[in-house]
């Protein structure tokens, strides 16, 4: 007790100290001493509310499983060191390319990129990232795609679906990872399965629209096959391997959404 | 010796492997360890089994929760390593101190490590001589002193059950390590003098149990889910006793009876109406389509987060009451300044009162304290940032820790799984199973009728064919619906009811069919085997267990049981276990919402609906954030 006493008595002897010293300076001086600290917090301010146009964050996400931290590091380092396993938290860094970093002359603007995992548990996280975003990669594993397609189509159509993605008409990039093996499918393919999916999707999904209020938008366009052309915002398919740093699709796509 | 051991953030990028053991682990260890055990928050437990077709490991690991990282060991199960444990924190300590988060390879760590390897084997040597010294065994190699000493030291398995099954897994490593050709001891751990008849005693079962041992392995190659191998291990070698135990009593046919002279009623009560008199019926309200959208569709409005923030100031207010003065002084210090590191002894408090309060919602005992585990090992050494209290640290782990246990793991979207088994032209067969009185019927008819409402075809089937009064029930709920229902009387055997239904089914083209089962206690063996005939005869597409919101801690032993005894009489090698829960009776209780969490905890299995009334339109999904809320209010 007796050290709050001490306390109390300190900062009251404190506080009156320092009216007395205010008391001191002259009005004029006070005046313009505020004067200048609002003019100093609105300047500021207005200058983060106009910074606001362009983000520079790009999102990967995917399934649990691949390829997006490999990736990761592949586009920070241009190396995928000695692999990664399973991820249980989001990765993330704001750097520039690595190949930018040797061939780019002049201000590049560093990417923020953010690797969320894609285990289904984890899901909430991507809720967080998805109204920062500038783009978001969505990488799929092109080697074993079709045991994995129900889920796939279901996460994509969460993020096509989802409000700040739809608001902010975020371009989307459907990366399909793992194409320096043999048995990986193409991008065509790939593409054509999801279009399909995603259809089905929307038949089942709309039957629980009234539901998820943050999802009552329907996608593409009402009594035709769902197409990605049918989107608001721009989705394209790209190739790309982690392992053997085959990642310039994914850097151009980046770099044409992230302004230098 | 070591398979392997891994450094990784937790991030997912590996730091470090040991590159002298070059061994590449068969299947996928790690990846495993991640998804069943550190994101289902059982990081609290002590190791971790995995079985692959040709290995069978077991792994360790701990955290190093300041800087994001993890460190695990992986290791055949049958070698107990004694000097794991040690290893690890070893390893952590001088790992911590050169690693740096800008670097990627750590190569100089490998001679650090070559260098704690050895002096942990050397230390586990001692500790295994001195223990050889104090017993005097006749003819033991030292292997088996490695393993008794390691069994001492308790690797338990992640176990559900009460102390009986970790009895029964201790006894079955100890005879697989026979078989597998080590002449180990006797590994009795009670007595030591009678070391020597346990010996032969031990010799003994074990040529009883190689029977069994063969088909374990047989089992283990199929890739069985870890925590459903433990328990099948155990109830491999009940089973044994059990059938020769049932073989005599199955000749006794049971008779009815008699408590007084009087001579039995010999007639049957069975008030069954004739299925043939439809005329009958008309005097039975129709329900409309129309008793309005079921809850599943609408959408859930819950408090706003300014709740939670009064609930902050009484709760803090007390906290600095109880401690003392300069407890109290010192710890809005430190929040101020932030801690170092958060120690076990810190956290102890905070945690004990998290328990506390979650088991005063209905959290079941068992699994409150493994959540607290947990949210331990997870926090452990984390550094405190500045004004934060210890509290609401471990207040922020646990949360984020609920909600991603009651986060589902897969889809639930039932209506894209009944469109898929549409395109193949089969029904769709959904079986509810419970024990006594928790609302199957209910709530079956409950779903029935959000199905209708979302143009699916249903039909019902009544194998409940034990309870009086149960295919009247389901016929009345039929009729008013209007939804065809299979029903084939009482005294049937229900296995058989639901294959005709489905055949049934198949023919007139509906698309989902709901099949009805009678409530059974976990420990009634002859229904449990019952069910699980239904179950392999018909291989349902959703098997879903009933679970009154009531129930407190027996949950954990229903839902164990269930499965257990499922993955246990199931004929094929996968079995078919519990896909998903139907919480009932939510509207009884208000806030004492922990059924929920410990039914999903132990099995797993996400909750897909949620009955909170007694009409048609009373169903609901559940609302995770909501529930985590009140679990913490």
Not at chain 2, 67 to 94: E, N, P, T
Not at chain 2, 242 to 260: G, L, S, Y
Not at chain 2, 329 to 346: M, P, R
Not at chain 2, 459 to 468: G, I, L, N, V
Request: proline fraction near 3%; include cysteine.
């Amino acid at each position: 007790m007796d050290n709050l006493e001490d306390l109390k008595i300190v900062a009251e002897q404190w506080s009156k100290q320092g009216l007395e010293f205010v008391q001191k300076i002259p009005p004029p001086q006070l005046y313009t001493a505020i004067g200048v600290l609002l003019l100093a917090t609105i300047w500021l301010l207005s200058i983060r509310l106009f910074r606001r146009t362009k983000s520079n964050t790009v999102l990967l996400s995917g399934l649990s499983g691949s390829g997006k931290t490999v990736l990761f590091y592949q586009l920070r380092d241009g190396s995928s060191h000695q692999g990664a396993v399973t991820s249980m938290e989001p990765n993330e860094g704001t750097f520039v390319l690595h190949n930018e970093n040797n061939t780019k002359k002049g201000k590049v603007k560093p990417v923020h990129l953010i690797d969320v995992p894609g285990h289904s548990r984890l899901i909430s996280k991507l809720e967080e990232y998805l109204p920062r975003a500038a783009a978001v990669v969505f990488v799929v594993d092109a080697l074993e795609f079709l045991p994995n397609i129900r889920a796939a189509s279901e996460y994509l159509y969460d993020i096509l679906t989802n409000a700040s993605v739809i608001k902010n008409k975020t371009p989307v990039l459907l990366c399909c990872n793992k194409t320096d093996k043999v048995t990986a499918h193409t991008k065509e393919f790939i593409r054509k399965q999801m279009e399909k999916e995603i259809d089905k999707l929307r038949v089942s999904r709309s039957a629980i629209s009234t539901a998820d209020i943050a999802n009552d938008f329907t996608l593409g366009i009402e009594g035709e096959v769902f197409s990605f052309s049918h989107c608001h915002n721009k989705v394209t398919v790209a190739e790309a391997s982690g392992l053997t740093g085959e990642t310039d699709q994914v850097q151009e796509f980046i770099r044409e959404h992230v302004k230098p | 010796m070591l398979e392997q051991l891994l450094i990784f953030t937790r991030g997912g990028l590996i730091l470090w492997t040991c590159k002298e053991i070059g061994n590449a682990l068969k299947g996928s260890p790690i990846d495993t360890l991640i998804r069943s055990c550190l994101l289902e928050e059982r990081s609290g437990a002590v190791s971790f089994n995995y079985d692959a077709p040709g290995a069978a490991y077991t792994l360790k690991w701990t955290f190093h929760n300041d800087l994001g990282l993890v460190f695990v060991a992986v290791y055949q199960r049958i070698l107990h390593l004694l000097y794991v444990d040690d290893l690890l924190s070893m390893v952590k300590q001088s790992f911590s101190e050169i690693y740096d988060p800008k670097r990627m390879s750590y190569d100089d760590f490998d001679e650090t490590f070559r260098q704690l390897r050895i002096e942990a084997e050397a230390r586990a040597e001692e500790l295994r001589k001195t223990k050889q010294v104090g017993k005097p065994v006749s003819s033991v190699k030292k292997q088996g002193q490695v393993s008794k000493a390691g069994l001492e030291g308790g690797n338990k398995r992640v176990s559900e059950g009460g102390s009986k099954k970790d009895d029964g897994d201790g006894n079955k490593a100890k005879v697989s390590t026979l078989t597998n050709g080590h002449s180990n001891g006797n590994h009795q751990m009670e007595d030591d003098s009678q070391e020597t008849d346990l010996a032969n005693g031990k010799e003994n079962t074990s040529c009883n149990v190689a029977v069994d041992l063969s088909k374990l392995q047989k089992l283990r190659s199929k890739g069985v889910r870890g925590r459903g191998g433990v328990r099948k291990t155990d109830s491999i070698g009940n089973k044994s006793s059990k059938v020769a135990a049932a073989e005599p009593a199955k000749k006794a046919t049971k008779k009815n009876r008699v408590w007084d002279d009087a001579a039995p009623k010999q007639s049957k009560l069975d008030f069954t109406d004739s299925v043939d008199d439809n005329g009958n019926n008309d005097h039975v309200d129709i329900v409309a389509a129309d008793q309005g959208e079921s809850m599943m569709d609408k959408e859930e409005v819950f408090s706003s987060d300014s709740e939670s923030e009064d609930d902050d100031e009484p709760g803090s207010d007390e906290k600095p009451a109880e401690a003392k003065k300069k407890g109290w002084f010192s710890s809005v210090f430190q929040s101020i300044t932030g801690k170092a590191n958060l120690e076990k002894t810190d956290l102890g408090p905070a945690l004990k009162a998290l328990k506390e309060r979650l088991m005063t919602k209905n959290v079941a005992e068992e699994i409150a304290e493994k959540l607290c585990e947990s949210v331990e090992a997870s926090l452990e050494g984390k550094k405190l940032s500045s004004f934060t209290r210890i509290s609401s640290t471990v207040q922020a782990a646990m949360e984020d820790a609920l909600v991603r246990i009651l986060t589902p793991r897969r889809s639930i979207d039932i209506l894209r799984d009944v469109h898929a088994a549409k395109e193949q032209r089969k029904p769709y067969v959904v079986v509810f199973v419970g024990v006594n009185g928790v609302g199957k019927s209910t709530n079956l008819a409950k779903v029935a009728y959000w199905l209708q409402q979302h143009k699916v075809s249903v039909m019902m089937a009544a194998c409940d064919t034990f309870r009086s009064g149960a295919v009247e029930q389901l016929r009345t709920h039929a009729r008013r619906l209007q939804i065809p229902i299979f029903e084939k009387g009482y005294e049937k055997d229900p296995a058989v009811v639901a294959k005709e239904a489905i055949q049934e089914a198949t023919r007139n083209g509906s698309d989902v069919v709901l099949v009805d089962t009678a409530g059974r206690m976990q420990d009634n063996e002859p229904l449990m085997r019952a069910l699980s005939k239904l179950i392999n005869l018909n291989q349902p597409d959703l098997v879903l267990f009933v679970g009154e919101a009531l129930v407190g801690n027996d949950a954990v032993d229903q839902l164990s049981k269930f499965n257990q005894k499922l993955s246990d009489l199931s004929t094929s090698g996968n079995p078919r276990l519990i896909d998903g829960i139907l919480l009932t009776k939510f509207d009884t209780i208000d806030d004492k919402v922990g059924a929920a969490l410990s039914m999903v905890y132990i099995s797993g299995s996400p909750v897909m609906f949620v009955g909170c009334g007694q009409s048609y339109t009373d169903l609901k999904k559940l609302n995770v954030k909501a529930i985590v809320k009140t679990l913490l209010k």
